[in-house]
């Protein structure tokens, strides 16, 4: 283990009003609470009141931005480092996970489907299952996950943890229909007629926002969402540019390196790259080089055009050699099942539109997640999902 969990345990102060979780943290994990109980062997204890404030504390302690949220805000990092919580919480989560005592409540009779596996699927069916819901789960792909199988690599995020996940769920009693998407042959109004009294949708955002320039169809350029889907089958070629500077992007470039690329650049648009600063000094650990203040015009056969955006105020047009060229300016939501179900209206940002209570314009249908917000993080998926499955509980409750 890199850091040495139990040092980093001990240097916590135990704040009464502990800024890592008031401030830092988008689900307020009990970070003091979770230290405090480690250090007293009453591990089990932690893991069980982690998982039950989050679902998603194993993966959320590998893939949230910590520098920016607990970690962050961390007192103890005022005036030198700040506690390495995600260590602390990795190390709960993931070696109580397996022996985590989960008890449904009795089986209440109500079937809910959820659409989409990912970060708010799996948070929505796990809570209802253990409210005592009969839940099944519909999923596209073959295995569930969603964004955190096929949209964070590897190195990032095992994906075997997403296995362990789906065998805990199958635990709860939960069933999935991978391979299947409604939208298609079955559309939500098939699943309320068949006695679903909800239906969630948490379908996430799939479909890579265009850069709007000339040769964006050409066969040398990729969008990082499909690259990430299975870098395997790509012949990217020894010269890489990738256009974009958020955590897309640096996985992408990292992503590249490890599939034999020479030569990884990344283009960013300003001065500055937005991608959280830990994995921007992994980028430059793994030799991905940064271009800036590089706005694209056009991409070519023999590699990308920018305008120089010079500090003289020099606006030169140059041809970047490239073999490949990889956009990682993010993704907005399909639209196939808003396509098929007329009645789900869209929000001004051309988004799945929900009240305040995740219900959208079809009665008993809710929805969360990158689908409603466009692609946000994981930890902020879970946060909303966690109300919006209240809210579907009562829905449910009251709607017998
Ligand atoms: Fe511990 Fe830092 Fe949280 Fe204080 S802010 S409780 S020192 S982790």
Redesign the pocket.
Known sequence: MSVHVIDEAN?????PN????ENGCPIHTN??EM?RLFKENRMMEAAQMLFENNPLSMVCSLVCNHENQ?EG????GIKGE??H?SSIENYISDSCFERLELKPAPSNGMKAAVIGAGPAGITIAIILALKGYSITVFETHDKIGGILRYGIPEFRLPKSILDRYYKKMRELGIKFRPNFAIGGSTGIQDLLNDGYKSVFIGTGAWKPRKLGVPGETFGNVFYAINYLNNPDVYELGDKVAIIGAGNAAMDVARTAIRHGAKEVVVYVRGDEVSASKAEFEYAKVDGVKFEYRKSIVRIVDEGAVFIDDGPDGDKTERLYPADSILIAISQVPQDRIVTHEKELKLNENGNLATDSKGETSLAGVFASGDVVTGAKTVVAAVAVSKQIAEDMDRYMKANL
């Open positions: 240097r916590c102060l135990q704040c502990p800024r890592c979780r970070i003091p230290i607990c805000n961390c007192v103890r700040s506690i919580i």
